[in-house]
């Protein structure tokens, strides 16, 4: 699962603007108001670039691997080794030389990226997140009330998906607000490695009964702070899930139940995926399942086709494509949990143990394998497009949209990048923020995968080989479906 985000990209440019414009102002003025200003801009322009240079490639794998290290020592419940890695992260982000380097970076931002800090801008004063105090979220179990408190939640643990959702027409929203925490509530439990397998395999398999049973909840479980106090708190979910309509209560109830029923079966096995069909299983259960409820809800809602969810195969590609690619680039986080999804029958063909790639992140056979698990993903976009080309709402196909253009950029970023072996990369905020104002019709959808895959492309190997030549194939088809499915 996501791991908490480094400093430089939780705060996002508006926040350090507003904490530091002072010092922003007296270093722009002071270029300006010296002799040699066509001379001083471009320095610190120069200078802001290769802090950019330095803060990716030194300063955020730094960070990040100290954040891997943390979700590890949590999971073996190492509260000595918890303490000592905090101290060492606070350490970091204290020296001089961080804030001058994350300073410059910023500035840097603004000058090479004043779209996506405009698109930053928007999302944060434009009304598209809701209000909630600036109180931990344990403090906001007592003091909110239950609809409010789960919203509080959704923003916490995913803010693009919060978003998202919160857009969709009422009473859409507050199901699909549930369905997601439901969901999630089950996903930390899978993730939870300290968790007894036995308790695991009985708690997936019968959470979808718990949703029946009033004020239940469970203590100190869950992979992350934030899901523990959801899952302590979910009385208040559950309290919601009761005030939906008794149809959309029943999707809910038989997705979940399928969901934790198909992760049950992989409880202990998270080493020894064999096969490619063994992962599309798993994936199906963890998020092709999802994509499938979505459907049903959206039809339900009576705002979309009846018939939107019968092309299941549609849906579940959808998903598949969504956990394809987190899977992919959390391959260090999930290797040092303990956990691990890539399926042997592809890795196999590149090295003797999955772990290899760490040492070697640069190494043929390292890009090779992920290049292939990246192809592999983007054989659902096909899929995802005709998918997506079936919904008629325009903010559900928002909703719909936005995951799936996140991933196909995620992609971008991921594909043949040996940083994927040592950190954790992610789109930027700025990019994020874009894509979530520009994803309003169909059309705007088709020229992001064609973005996108274009980039890709430009990314494929010179080498000649079976690879290489079928990720030519897929890409050639994905530009020909979007360009058809663009109007002029």
Same mark, same amino acid.
């Not at 906001?140 to 978003?163: E, M, P, Q």
């Not at 003797?352 to 192809?375: A, K």
């Given at each position: ?17 507003? *904490? ?94 004043? @779209?996506? @800090? ?31 408190? $789960?919203?509080?939640?959704?923003? /916490? ?24 925490? #439901? ?58 899930? =009761? ?79 969504? *956990?394809? @690619? ?9 290797? *040092? ?10 890795? $196999? ?19 090779? $394998? ?24 325009? =903010?559900?196909?928002?909703? $719909?949209?936005?995951? *799936? ?18 950190? #954790? ?33 430009? /990314?494929?190997? =010179? ?26």
């Amino acid at each position: 699962m996501p791991m908490d985000e480094v400093l430089m990209d939780e705060y996002s440019i508006w926040e350090w603007i507003i *904490q530091n414009c002072k010092w922003l102002g007296f270093t722009l003025g002071g270029c300006c108001l010296t002799p040699y200003v066509l001379f001083s801009i471009p320095l610190v322009i120069i200078l802001a670039l290769i802090s950019l240079y330095v803060s990716n490639r030194v300063v955020a794998p730094t960070i990040n691997k100290v954040h891997i290290n943390l979700a590890h020592v949590r999971n073996t419940n190492n509260g000595n080794h918890v303490e000592l890695i905090k101290q060492q992260l606070g350490s970091i982000l204290e020296q001089k030389w961080f804030r001058i380097v994350d300073l410059l970076k910023r500035i840097a931002y603004l000058f090479i990226f004043p @779209t996506e @800090t405009i698109a930053i801008l928007k999302i944060k004063f434009g009304g598209y997140i809701k209000k909630m105090p600036e109180m931990p979220l344990d403090e906001l179990a007592h003091t909110l009330n239950d609809l409010d408190f $789960c919203y509080a939640t959704l923003n /916490k643990v995913s803010r693009s998906f919060g978003i998202v959702i919160q857009q969709l027409p009422q009473p859409l929203k507050d199901s699909i607000c549930i369905f997601y925490l #439901v969901l999630r509530g089950l996903d930390s439990i899978e993730d939870d490695m300290t968790y007894p397998d036995d308790k695991k395999i009985f708690l997936l398999c019968n959470f979808h009964n718990n949703l029946l049973i009033e004020n239940w909840s469970i203590k100190n479980v869950g992979d992350t702070e934030d899901y523990r106090i959801l899952l302590e708190n979910f009385g208040k979910v559950i309290n919601v899930f =009761k005030s939906l309509d008794s149809e959309s209560q029943s999707i809910i109830l038989n997705i979940t139940s399928r969901m934790g029923t198909g992760m049950a079966e992989y409880v202990g096995k998270t080493g020894s995926i064999e096969t490619v069909a063994s992962y599309n299983l798993y994936c199906h259960y963890v998020a092709g399942l999802v994509g499938h409820g979505l459907a049903v809800l959206f039809s339900h809602s009576g705002l979309e086709d009846p018939g939107l969810h019968i092309h299941e195969h549609l849906s579940n590609s959808a998903g598949l494509f969504l *956990q394809k @690619t987190n899977i992919i680039r959390d391959y260090l986080e999930d290797l *040092q949990a303990g956990r691990t999804w890539w399926p042997k029958e592809i890795w $196999c063909r590149y090295a003797i143990d999955l772990s290899e790639f760490v040492n070697n992140p640069h190494g043929e056979r390292s890009l090779e $394998c992920l290049n292939h698990m990246v192809m592999d993903a983007l054989n659902h976009v096909p899929d995802v497009i005709n998918n997506l080309a079936r919904v008629k709402h325009p =903010k559900i196909l928002e909703s $719909c949209a936005i995951p *799936q253009v996140m991933a196909i950029a995620t992609l971008a970023e991921l594909y043949n990048n040996p940083l994927v072996f040592t950190s #954790v990369v992610k789109i930027r905020k700025g990019l994020a923020c874009k894509l979530l104002l520009n994803c309003s019709t169909l059309n705007e959808v088709y020229a992001w995968f064609d973005f996108f895959i274009t980039k890709i492309e430009r /990314k494929i190997p =010179k080498m000649t080989n079976v690879n290489t030549h079928n990720m030519h194939k897929l890409v050639n088809r994905v530009k020909k479906l979007s360009n058809i499915n663009l109007k002029p």
